[in-house]
C-alpha cells in the first residue's frame, strides 16, 4: 500500500526536546527560535529528514509554525487541523494557537519583549521575514545553523529517488520552447536570471517528474534559469540517468546540490529575480554576498504552470473518468458490505479505495493520504487515520471520505460524505446547505478579473444564513499530475488573491463540521473555462467545468431546501455521471446497478 497507518511521531519528547532546544538558543544568544514545517524548498509535503516541526511538536498536520522562547511554547495551526494539534501535541508543553486569529509574530511581540528571535534562513522566505520584522519592531537573526539538526540523532537521511522525463505530449509544451519563453519573459523585465527553489516549478519547467517524495512526484532541487533560456539544475547526479539527460539537452546542465551556493555567488552583478514569497533567506545572502542585484518577485513558473494547456486538461478529463470509476466500484461495494451489516473500520475504507485505484493498473501515488472519518473523526478536517485512533463505522455514522490519485496524465482529489443508516436530522440539513454551496460555485459566472476570494461567498451563503460556516478555504489549485495543493490560485478569503484565468483547475469544497458528532465535505475539481457571452448578455464571462465524475450521496439530502435550480444542476450532474461513467464499471453487474440507482434523479 502507498499509505501506511503508523504514527509517525509523538509528543512524549516533546518537553525533553524543547529544553534541550532552549539549551542550544542560549548557546545561540538568541531568546526565541521559530520552526516551521517546511523545508528549504516551502513545499507542504517534506520528506522525513525534513520533518523538524513533528520531531519537536508530535504535531504531524501539513501547515504549522512553532515558536519557543525560554519560558513559552507555541504551535500555531490554521482552523483545518485546531483538532488534531490539541490530540498530538504536549499541551503542557505547547500553547495551540490559531493562526488565522494570532499570527506567530502578534504572539512573539508580546511573548519575547526585546529579545533576539533566531531563524533557519535555509527555512523562511523574505515575505514571512518582512512581516516577523515589522512585528516585531527589529529583525530577527539569522542562524548558521538550525539547532535542531545537532539534537536530531536519528535523523533520516536525504531522498534519492529516480527521476524521469513527463512526455510533452502530456504537458502540450515542450521543455525547451517552455525555458525559451519565460527566459524571453526575463530578459524583456530586464533581469538576467531567476533562482527556482519551488520542485514543482523545476518539474513543470523541464517536464521531469520525481519519486522524492510521496504523495507529491517531484525532484528535490533547485535550479537557475537564465534569460537565454539555459537551466542549470542542482540535484543528486545519480537521479539523471542517460534517457533523461537526453530528454533535458545540451540546454540543462546538472550538478551536485553542493554547488548550488557556489553557483548564486558566481552569478556575480547580474540581476537576478527571487520568489519573494518561497525563496530561501539563504539563497538571497549567497547571491548579495556574490553582487547581484535581487529583484523580489514572482516565481515566473507558478502563473503559466497554473493554466493548463489543453493536453493537460485532457489529461485531467481522463484521469477523472479513470478515478471516477474506481471510486464508484469503491462505493457501491462499500454500500453492499455495510447493507449486509459487515464491519468496516476507517482504515478498511482507506485501504479499499486504494485498491480501487490501484487496480486501475495507472495509479503512480495517492495525491494525498485517504481521509476516512466516521462520526466524530469526521469532524477533524484533515483527519489522518492511525492504528491507534482507527474506529469502526457504527450504522448511522455520517462517514467522510476525502483521497485522490497521481496518474501520469492528471490529479485528482474528491470528497464524498455517506450515510451509513438513519442519519441525524441535523446532518442532513447541514450536507444540503453545503451542497447548496458547492452547486453555487459550480454554476458560477463572473467577469475576467476576479479571484477566488470574490467567489468564496458563494459557497457559504446557504451556510451564513442558517448561521453556519467551516474555517478553511473552499478551494484550492490543483497540479496536473504534479502537487494536489497548487498555487497560486485558491478560492477563499485568505488566499484567493490571483484573478482567474482560463485553463486553472480548483478544488470547490465547501464543509460544514459538528465536534464530537460529524464532519461534511462535499468536493469536485473544477476547470476555470475561456470567456463567452450567455445569451442576452453584453459581456464575455468565464465559467467552470466540472471534472469529477462520482455520485453525490441523495440519502443525506433534504429536498425541501434545494431550489429547483438546484435540482436540476443535480439530476443533471448524475445524468452525466452515468453516461460517462457507467459503460466503464458495466462489466460489473452489481456496481452498474448501484451506480444507476446513485444516480436517479432526484425528483
Known amino acids: 500500500m502507498f499509505q501506511s497507518f503508523d504514527i509517525t511521531a509523538d509528543s512524549r519528547d516533546s518537553a525533553s526536546r524543547t529544553a534541550a532546544l532552549r539549551t542550544a538558543m542560549a548557546a545561540e544568544g538568541v531568546q526565541a527560535f521559530i520552526v516551521p514545517r517546511s523545508d528549504a524548498h516551502m513545499g507542504e509535503t517534506v520528506p522525513p529528514s525534513d520533518e523538524r516541526l513533528a520531531w ?69 522566505a523574505p515575505a514571512e521575514i518582512e512581516r516577523l520584522t515589522k512585528a516585531l519592531g527589529r529583525e530577527p537573526v539569522a542562524l548558521g545553523r538550525n539547532p535542531i539538526d545537532a539534537l536530531w540523532h536519528d535523523r533520516p537521511p536525504r531522498p534519492a529517488g529516480a527521476a524521469a522525463a513527463h512526455p510533452s505530449t502530456l504537458t502540450g509544451e515542450a521543455a525547451g520552447d517552455k525555458r525559451a519563453r519565460l527566459g ?260 458560477a459566472r463572473w467577469p475576467a478579473g476576479l479571484a477566488g476570494r470574490d467567489l468564496d461567498p458563494l459557497a457559504r451563503a446557504a451556510l451564513w444564513r442558517a448561521g453556519l460556516d467551516y474555517d478553511h478555504g473552499t478551494g484550492h489549485g490543483v497540479g496536473a499530475f504534479l502537487n494536489v495543493h497548487e498555487g497560486p490560485v485558491g478560492l477563499s478569503r485568505r488566499s484567493g488573491t490571483v484573478a482567474l484565468a482560463p485553463g486553472m483547475v480548483l478544488s470547490n469544497e465547501p464543509g460544514c463540521y459538528r465536534t464530537g458528532h460529524w464532519g461534511i465535505r462535499i468536493e469536485n475539481l473544477l476547470a476555470v473555462t475561456p470567456p463567452d457571452t450567455p445569451a442576452g448578455g453584453d459581456r464575455a464571462m468565464l465559467g467552470f467545468e466540472t471534472l469529477t465524475l462520482a455520485p453525490i450521496d441523495r440519502r443525506l439530502i433534504d429536498r425541501a431546501l434545494l431550489d429547483p435550480g438546484e435540482v436540476a444542476w443535480l439530476d443533471a450532474y448524475h445524468a452525466r455521471v452515468a453516461a460517462e461513467i457507467g459503460p466503464l464499471v458495466a462489466e460489473d453487474a452489481e456496481v452498474a446497478a448501484w451506480l444507476a440507482d446513485a444516480c436517479a434523479p432526484l425528483g
Open 184 to 443: 524571453d519573459g526575463l530578459a524583456k523585465a530586464g533581469a538576467d536570471a531567476s533562482v527556482l527553489t519551488l520542485p514543482e516549478s523545476i518539474a513543470w519547467l523541464l517536464n521531469i517528474r520525481g519519486t522524492d517524495l510521496a504523495r507529491s512526484p517531484v525532484v528535490l532541487g533547485f535550479a537557475i534559469l537564465r534569460a537565454d533560456g539555459q537551466v542549470t539544475l542542482f540535484t543528486e547526479p545519480e537521479k539523471v540517468d542517460g534517457a533523461l539527460a537526453a530528454h533535458l539537452g545540451n540546454g540543462v546542465a546538472v550538478a551536485p546540490p553542493d554547488q548550488f551556493e557556489p553557483a548564486l555567488r558566481a552569478l556575480g552583478e547580474s540581476r537576478v529575480l527571487v520568489d519573494r514569497a518561497s525563496c530561501p533567506m539563504a539563497v538571497i545572502a549567497a547571491l548579495k554576498a556574490g553582487g547581484s542585484k535581487v529583484e523580489l518577485g514572482e516565481d515566473p513558473c507558478i502563473l503559466p504552470k497554473a493554466r493548463k494547456t489543453e493536453a493537460e486538461l485532457e489529461g485531467m478529463r481522463a484521469a477523472h473518468r479513470r478515478d471516477g470509476a474506481a471510486v464508484c466500484r469503491f462505493l457501491a461495494r462499500l454500500d453492499a458490505d455495510l447493507a449486509r451489516g459487515g464491519t468496516v473500520t476507517e482504515i478498511d475504507v482507506a485501504r479499499r479505495i486504494e485498491a480501487e485505484r490501484v487496480a486501475t493498473g495507472a495509479l503512480m501515488d495517492l495525491s494525498f493520504d485517504t481521509i476516512a472519518g466516521s462520526g466524530p473523526n469526521g469532524a477533524i478536517v484533515h483527519y489522518r487515520v492511525t492504528k491507534a485512533s482507527n474506529r469502526t463505522v457504527v450504522p448511522g455514522d455520517v462517514l467522510l471520505v476525502d483521497s485522490g490519485g497521481q496518474y501520469r496524465d492528471g490529479t485528482t482529489d474528491i470528497t464524498r460524505t455517506l450515510a451509513t443508516g438513519e442519519t441525524p436530522a441535523d446532518a442532513r440539513r447541514a450536507f444540503t446547505l453545503v451542497l447548496k454551496g458547492m452547486i453555487a460555485l459550480s454554476t
Open 56 to 124: 519537536l511538536t508530535g504535531f504531524t498536520g501539513s501547515a504549522g509554525t512553532a515558536v519557543i522562547t525560554t519560558e513559552r511554547a507555541a504551535l500555531f495551526v490554521d482552523g483545518r487541523y485546531t483538532l488534531q494539534a490539541a490530540e498530538q501535541a504536549d499541551t503542557a508543553v505547547f500553547e495551540i494557537v490559531a493562526s488565522q486569529t494570532t499570527a506567530p509574530g502578534a504572539w512573539l511581540a508580546e511573548a519575547l519583549g526585546e529579545g533576539v528571535l533566531g531563524y533557519d534562513p535555509w527555512l523562511h
